[in-house]
């Protein structure tokens, strides 16, 4: 058996749970450690490190994305699977989908986040209601001038979509 | 009038726009740019730099934010503002969550990033449906073994929580 190449793939959901319990020993941040896989080898890892970083969003699945596209020197990451150690909050599985990242396979649910005082589930909740109705109040304001700036993106004839 | 307190707020979000149109031209990433102000202050700023990092969380909001905690020296940026020159995407919405700023000004709307080519609106949706429904497969393993770093914390008497 390769080392690198595991028989079953829940060792890798494994070793993001061992990552979500060293963080918090070791202080990090929050219980939350994720892994991405590409081809059955690690190509990034991730802890959460919101308390160690002071950077609240440095949360496992950010860290490991951020460290599986400098691994492979893209922005994508396609052809890789996430494993987490907890459902992603909004940020992370909006980073996930930006990733273009096959699957996700997670441990640990939001109302699991919930009862121990993580806000996941309530962010979830926020983001489906029209920005109007949130808590965090949000204006929109100079649209015209800022349309500027799309309209030399959707002009520029050598961009790189992504 | 000082030159680092605008009397008009809108300057703060004309500088958002300044900065999505420089890093267009630039070719660093996407039209997107942010500013963080607090107390008046520009306390961060972030451009678009997908391509520039090969990064794919590397929006302009995130990257607003994370400068924006490293120079308060905290991971909350209770009492500042967002200035963004188009509306959040959810990775970017949850982030502003998770930072708890006090309010977010955008410019362009998720239906104008959409005419461009990007997929803010789409994301919207697939994270409004149930997990099982989404684009991109979720699955839940091993929640048993995952739920032991949850007690972990819940049990640490030393926490900081976030």
Request: aromatic fraction near 8%; charged fraction near 25%.
């Amino acid at each position: 058996m390769n080392a690198h190449a595991p028989h079953d793939p829940d060792d890798f959901l494994r070793e993001a749970i061992a990552l979500s319990l060293d963080g918090c020993r070791r202080g990090l941040g929050g219980p939350f450690g994720a892994v991405i896989v590409k081809d059955g080898h690690v190509v990034g890892r991730g802890q959460n490190r919101v308390l160690a970083d002071n950077d609240p969003t440095a949360h496992a699945e950010m860290v490991a994305i951020r460290e599986a596209a400098a691994t492979l020197g893209s922005f994508s990451l396609e052809g890789c699977v996430l494993y987490t150690s907890c459902e992603p909050c909004p940020m992370c599985l909006g980073g996930a989908y930006w990733s273009r990242v096959d699957r996700i396979v997670f441990a640990n649910g939001r109302a699991d986040a919930a009862a121990i005082g993580f806000d996941d589930a309530f962010f979830y909740d926020e983001l489906g209601r029209p920005p109007a109705e949130r808590s965090v109040p949000m204006e929109q304001r100079l649209r015209d001038e800022a349309l500027v700036a799309f309209a030399a993106w959707d002009g520029k004839p050598d961009k790189t979509s992504y």
